[in-house]
């Protein structure tokens, strides 16, 4: 396993990352710049996909309509948090 040294912050040069790199890099553009479609995108809508965090809890798979929409949103809650 490749420890990464830098913290991943979205502004990345997505071009020399990896798969998975680029995909938490995704997220982390979103997060840090508000951008709740980019997050959608980012979401694979496959039972694979995770979402772990303090705010709301584990989110597993689903369709990123189900994910994103007003009310349901573990994205949108996070946002507003941020802000």
Excluded at 12 to 24: D, F, G, I, R, V
Excluded at 53 to 67: A, C, D, F, Q, T
């Amino acid at each position: 396993m490749k420890l990464e040294a830098m913290p991943v912050t979205g502004r990345e040069q997505k071009k020399q990352l990896t798969p998975q790199m680029k995909a938490l890099s995704d997220f982390y553009q979103a997060l840090n710049s508000r951008d709740i479609e980019l997050m959608a995108r980012n979401w694979a809508p496959t039972s694979d996909a995770v979402m772990d965090n303090p705010v709301g809890g584990i989110m597993r798979g689903g369709k990123r309509s189900e994910l994103y929409t007003s009310g349901s949103s573990v994205a949108r809650e996070i946002l507003v948090r941020v802000l």
